[in-house]
């Protein structure tokens, strides 16, 4: 029996873990004491990875649909060359655009993956990309690509340092804090707020955290934060509280700035927030005196319809106030290789013309909510689609319509570890290796990173089945399509190529790296070098007013949906997302000591005062429905809504996924029925999909 050092592939922190190891197979997982910088820390969600490893409903063999729907499982050759037929014919006939991808969160935790990905993308030409990060995060890269110059520099909060934290949208108890890659953050929180530091969480729902001791909630409407901050801003600017020399130094268009926050004084927005303007003015005066403040956002905010505008802002608090490259305030995190240069680009040259009007890739995707309308677009004429470690039909909104956009494609095939609600409509699943059975660098953190390190992880054991790395998957594809191919150099190519360079950058050798097991810490946050090394602009200074915004319409759009708020009715329920400890996205449907009592289900969560407005009892059944779809399912009264906010776990809706039985079993309801898609469903500037704040009506049944 063997103890070997390995890490998780669930989050950004990519917390260490320690397998034990017996003849070939993982006899239990634990959280790694020694790792250096997790600390022994690691979730229930790490530790459950062991169960998705040993899951009896995972794909271990190449499944093929037979003509009933049912499904057979045939041989990697047989795979390889029946699908390189027919996607050679597709091409050969309809040229690149023929086919279409989904890329899906876990690549994102995927060393190889991402780089034979693109390689696939590349060699067969097509440009009709979509992914995940449009339903969570494309506003943050096409944010600081604006502010920046560059989609790859997301300055982190000073946690350690800071004296005043506000953390918009986010619940670091529940699910930890995206872009920022901290193992155990409600621990820093907690330390934060016992040595004196205020930290605020802006939020519709009182969240988990500060029963940690971790804080106080400050609630809000959903999806206004872009005015709170803007009243915000305006407080300290027409005030004189901002940093003037570092407003003068180091940053451009700062009047443009000034002209967009004064049209939203706190006295204007309160209503539409949902906070005194005295309050408002509260919360901006205690940021902008407060010694040493930081800033951060996470997905509650990346979702609503202006999230780029809102990450915009959010720089702003942290550069107006000086709190930019401060201790204690917001810090470039370099990590094994300096990502901000590697992402310099230029948001303009991004746009294109379309049938939609203008529209952009960012990190190389289009709008996710364009994805069935592409799929059935008769002029694009898409036989053959692509979905890797994705699952669209659960994660995007309009979910019948993606069912019959992807019903209709000739070619789909899924490079999987289950075959999930989207694989259940698929030609072909691939199986996967999952994080155990594969090496690993902890890449997803990288320029995140609160304490930097890197660490290397081998396989922990030997795939099961028949299961492959996509690297090789879609390396042997090429081959079969007579394109270059990574396997060309043999059956155990050098992948890490890329690494060793990407590595040389700060020094490090590959080899030293893969002999510590538990990682080789770096550089911790220091400030003093991001105008100087890190802002990619022309002009190396930060942006205050990009161009861009007003180009494309963003701002009159502001104002537009301001007004559309100001005239809502005074009882309009506003859905919002929830994170729960038992699931993450729809990767952990499946495992079934999560479905514990309580939580065999997704219902609508909703404040007590709200149902008795409108009759309701706990756990009656109701309708829920919009513009864009319905559901049923049953209430939940929760106490930490704001009134007026309905909340529901999103990644459920497995009635129709029988390769998945637990997941079957107790199948909830998919609230992305109730999202917007299609043309206008998304955030022009970023792709980024509109996904919360949505208005919805409920009633018995």
């Given amino acids: 029996m063997a103890d070997v050092p390995t890490f998780c592939r669930v989050c950004e922190p990519a917390c260490g873990l320690v397998a034990r190891v017996e003849d070939g197979e993982i006899q239990s997982i634990r959280p790694d004491k020694e790792h250096p910088v997790s600390k022994g820390f690691a979730c229930q969600k790490g530790i459950a990875s062991l169960d998705i490893h040993r899951d009896p409903d995972r794909v271990n063999r190449p499944q093929r649909r037979r003509a009933d729907g049912t499904f057979e499982e045939i041989s990697w050759e047989t795979a390889i060359d029946e699908i390189a037929t027919r996607l050679q014919t597709i091409l050969g006939e309809d040229g690149p655009d023929a086919l279409a991808a989904y890329l899906g969160n876990p690549g994102a935790f995927n060393t190889f993956s991402g780089p034979a990905t693109g390689s696939f993308l590349a060699q067969t030409g097509t440009r009709k990309v979509f992914s995940s990060g449009t339903q969570d995060c494309s506003n943050k890269f096409a944010g600081s690509e604006a502010v920046f110059g560059t989609s790859t520099c997301h300055p982190v909060p000073d946690i350690e340092h800071t004296d005043h934290l506000l953390l918009f949208g986010e619940n670091p108890r529940v699910s930890k804090m995206s872009f920022i890659s901290i193992p155990d953050p409600v621990s820093e929180l907690r330390r934060a707020v016992s040595r004196g530091a205020t930290v605020r969480y802006i939020n519709p729902r009182r969240v988990e955290s500060p029963e940690a001791g971790a804080g106080e909630v400050v609630q809000i409407k959903p999806d206004t934060d872009i005015y709170l901050m803007a009243a915000m801003l305006d407080v300290i600017l027409s005030e004189g509280l901002a940093d003037d020399v570092t407003l003068a130094t180091h940053g451009s268009h700062v009047d443009g700035l000034r002209r967009f926050v004064a049209q939203y004084p706190a006295d204007r927005v309160a209503d539409i927030v949902g906070l005194d303007a005295d309050e408002i003015v509260k919360l901006a005066r205690e940021f902008a005196s407060a010694d040493r403040a930081s800033v951060h956002m996470s997905t509650g905010a990346n979702m609503g319809r202006q999230g780029t505008l809102v990450y915009w802002l959010l720089h702003m608090l942290s550069f107006v106030t000086g709190n930019l490259d401060r201790q204690g305030g917001n810090l470039y995190s370099q990590g094994f290789y300096p990502a901000a240069k590697a992402g310099r680009s230029d948001p303009a040259s991004h746009y294109f013309d379309s049938r939609h009007g203008p529209m952009r890739r960012v990190r190389g995707a289009l709008p996710g909510n364009l994805m069935a309308d592409e799929l059935t677009n008769a002029e694009t004429k898409t036989r ?214 309580g939580q065999q289900d997704n219902p609508l969560c909703i404040h007590p005062d709200d149902a008795a407005a409108r009759g309701l009892s706990e756990g009656d059944r109701i309708r829920c429905s919009n513009a864009w779809g319905e559901l049923e399912t049953r209430i939940a009264f929760d106490e930490t809504l704001r009134s007026g906010v309905v909340a529901m776990t999103h990644g459920w809706g497995n009635k129709r996924t029988p390769g998945m039985k637990t997941a079957q079993r107790h199948p909830g309801v998919n609230p992305n029925v109730l999202l917007p898609s299609g043309p206008g469903s998304y955030e022009r500037l970023s792709n980024q999909a509109f996904m919360t704040g949505i208005p919805v009506s409920i009633e018995g049944c």
């Fill in 384 to 597: 053959a689609l692509f979905v890797i470690a994705g699952n669209p039909v659960l994660s995007v909104g309009g979910e019948e319509e993606m069912r019959e956009a992807i019903e209709a494609v000739e070619l789909v095939v899924c490079l999987d570890l289950y075959r999930n609600a989207t694989g259940e409509l698929a030609d072909y699943i691939l199986p996967c290796a999952d994080g155990f059975e594969r090496a690993d660098v902890n890449i997803a953190g990288l320029g995140l990173q609160y304490r930097p390190y890197v660490q290397w992880a081998d396989p922990v054991v030997s795939p099961r089945g028949e299961r492959r790395e996509e690297w090789w998957i879609l390396g042997r594809i090429e081959q079969a399509l007579g394109m270059k191919s990574v396997l060309d150099q043999g059956p155990n190519p050098d992948l890490a190529l890329r690494l060793k360079h990407m590595m040389q950058s700060r020094g490090l050798d590959l080899d030293e790296v893969r002999a510590t097991p538990r990682g080789v810490v770096l550089e911790g946050l220091t400030p003093g070098s991001f105008y100087d090394k890190w802002i990619q602009t022309d002009d190396h200074r930060v942006d205050c007013f990009p161009s861009i915004f007003q180009e494309q319409g963003a701002l009159d759009r502001c104002e537009t949906l301001f007004d559309e708020l100001s005239n809502e009715p005074a009882d309009q329920l506003k859905l919002i997302p929830l994170r729960t400890v038992h699931m993450h996205n729809s990767w952990y449907q499946n495992v079934d000591r999560l479905k514990r009592p």
